[in-house]
């Protein structure tokens, strides 16, 4: 297959973690018409808005990595917030991308789509197999909300339209452009800041909430990134021989786990904290372990190549270029 390098590309979020991680993989790979807007410039909520930027821009091509996303705290804190505003983002953009004649699509959701005590590692085939995980209960709604509208485009536009929209769900992930709140955060940006803020205060220790026992999965962004246009770029019969029509979309994940133990450790080592790591074991600790099987993705030929140790190097040198 010839890929058109010209052809026009909306990358919606483009000035969040993922979004600009798949505007340097698109840049990279020689793709030269890319669009974008700012929140500011066009909030992707506003149906208008949304339906007037397709009409005027006519993308060929769309990644749609806009979301509202947060850690437990801030799906817990917000939760009317995140099911309203990723239902309609997602609504608009799809919505309003098919009426403007765009063939393909990429929706990303996210590993909290599956159910709460789904079997590890876990496949796409679990999705909707039991109850979620309460706390972010809104935000996996919208999310499968999101495949769903895919999948059901497809199958009532895929002949008559052309339409081939995709949707892929990675694994936690971490990497430049990350969100480092101090409470809004997820784990390994969390984790970074308070381990350079204890080396930076000279703290002797530092506490993590839970007993560190807990398996997490992790992926540095720009790997995403690839995968991400790499499924893109997937021949449609190699992506449909993966997938079905009511599962028409793939995991991405790193393939194995760590202990957040093992997980503070690496940070302290990248972050060049010297002091001791306390687990506050009175705390809770989340599920046993959350692991993605990435067999589909990894049998069309897609690899991770960053490892956690680098990764994290990479990333608190982003936190340290935006400290100062
Ligand atoms: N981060 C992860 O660990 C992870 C894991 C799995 C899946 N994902 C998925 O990847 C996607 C992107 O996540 P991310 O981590 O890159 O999040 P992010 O850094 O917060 O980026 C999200 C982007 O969407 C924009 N946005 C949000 N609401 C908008 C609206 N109403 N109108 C226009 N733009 C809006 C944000 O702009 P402002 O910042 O200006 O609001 C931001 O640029 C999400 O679908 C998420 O579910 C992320």
Known sequence: MTIDLQQKIYIAGHRGMVGSAIVRELSKKGYTNLVYRMHQELDLRNQTAVANFFETEKPDQVYLAAAKVGGIHANNTYPAVFIYDNLMVQNNVIHHAFLSGVKKL??????????????????????????????????????????????????????????????????????????????????IPALIRRFHEAKVNQQAEVVIWGTGIPRREFLYVDDMARASVYVMELEKDQYELATSPMQSFLNIGFGSDITIAELATAVAKATHYSGKIVFDSSKPDGSPQKLMSSDQLNQLGWKPRVNLAAGLSYTYHDFRTIQV
């Open 106 to 187: 990429l929706f990303l959701g996210s590993s909290c789509i599956y159910p709460k005590l789904a079997a590890q590692p876990m496949s796409e085939d679990s999705l909707l197999a039991g109850k979620l995980e309460p706390t972010n209960e809104p935000y996996a709604i919208a999310k499968i909300a999101g495949i769903k509208m895919c999948e059901s485009y497809n199958r009532q536009y895929g002949k008559s339209h052309g339409v081939d929209y995709r949707s892929v769900m990675p694994t936690n992930l971490y990497g430049p452009g990350d969100n480092y709140h101090p409470e809004n955060s997820h784990v």
